[in-house]
């Protein structure tokens, strides 16, 4: 059995259904199960009621569970509020435990992943830890509706570069880790596509694709900051998203391997295609 935390996420929904090709031995911990039994309707599987804040809802749902996916809510910032979680794995003797951390973590100690990843390892799980570069869902989500509404890409990023992937290569990946799962004991993965982007070139290839003109505007950290607070996003998430910012700066998302390419046989989807097929999100 295998137990996803986060399986309607951007990154998890691709995880199910990837693992639906091969099993149903899938359990999802849900916040609200009746929602996410309507939302993806899939009775082959089985759906609990979980919640990190509630640790009564742990050992229903690790019950005869070998496998474990999570991630770390968004909302959640205090990474002690997992810890609980982590041990009840422990407790559990869960076999195999898959956290959805971050590119960089290990030399960067300010996320919320790495103290998580730090607390697996101290607990001694036998894990995989997942550690993704810049989602090209971004594009999306926070920044589609000023590419779609006012043809304008405001990122913060200056000159660097990013390499982005795919959130289904990502949950391709995670699949493929939790069904031969002995092969990616103790390993951390990072996963990248096949090339860096300056946020120019991005927004040459949305032009390309979307055949309108996309301005990147280039803007500084308190104007990109002022930017989205303005357009409604949430001051605290802004924050995290302007440190991320920074981190790019200093060349941190410019980063290539071959991970997805070695554990999937194929390259990895390519930005032109992505947005190809997203154009309705853009236009």
């Known amino acids: 059995m295998i137990l996803l935390i986060g399986a ?24 609200d199960v009746n929602e996410t039994k309507t ?27 070998q496998s474990v996916f999570f991630i770390r809510p968004p909302q959640i910032g205090d990474p002690s509020i997992i810890y609980p979680f982590i041990d009840a794995l422990k407790e559990q003797n869960i076999q195999h435990t898959i956290f959805l951390s971050l590119m960089g973590v290990e030399k960067n100690p300010i996320p919320p992943h790495g103290k998580i990843e730090k607390y697996i390892k101290k607990q001694q799980l036998t894990y995989t830890f997942i550690r993704p570069g810049f989602f090209m869902e971004n594009l999306i989500h926070p920044h589609g509706q000023d590419i779609k ?80 607070i303005k357009n409604g996003f949430d001051k605290k998430y802004v924050n995290v998203t302007v440190f991320l910012y920074i981190m790019t700066r200093l060349g941190t998302a410019k980063d290539r391997t071959d991970t997805v390419k070695t554990i999937l046989q194929r390259p990895p989807t390519s930005l032109k295609k992505f947005i190809e097929e997203n154009q309705l999100s853009f236009i």
């Open 8 to 31: 309607t996420g951007n990154v998890g929904k691709h995880v199910l259904s990837s693992l639906l090709t091969e099993t149903t031995d899938i359990r999802l911990g849900c916040y």
């Open 39 to 65: 939302q993806l309707n899939i009775p082959t599987i089985e759906y609990v009621p979980f919640d990190f804040y509630d640790q009564t809802t742990y050992k229903v749902a690790l019950k005869d569970v």
């Open 149 to 228: 509404d006012y043809h304008q890409l405001v990122v913060p990023a200056g000159k660097s570069k990013t390499n982005f992937i795919a959130a289904k290569d990502i949950g391709e990946v995670i699949a493929r880790c939790l069904l031969e799962k002995e092969l990616h004991y103790h390993k951390a993965y990072t996963l990248t596509g096949d090339y860096a982007y300056t946020y120019e070139e991005v927004a040459a290839l949305l032009s390309d694709v979307l055949e309108k003109e996309i301005i990147y505007t280039k803007p500084s950290l308190l104007g990109y900051r002022r930017h989205m």
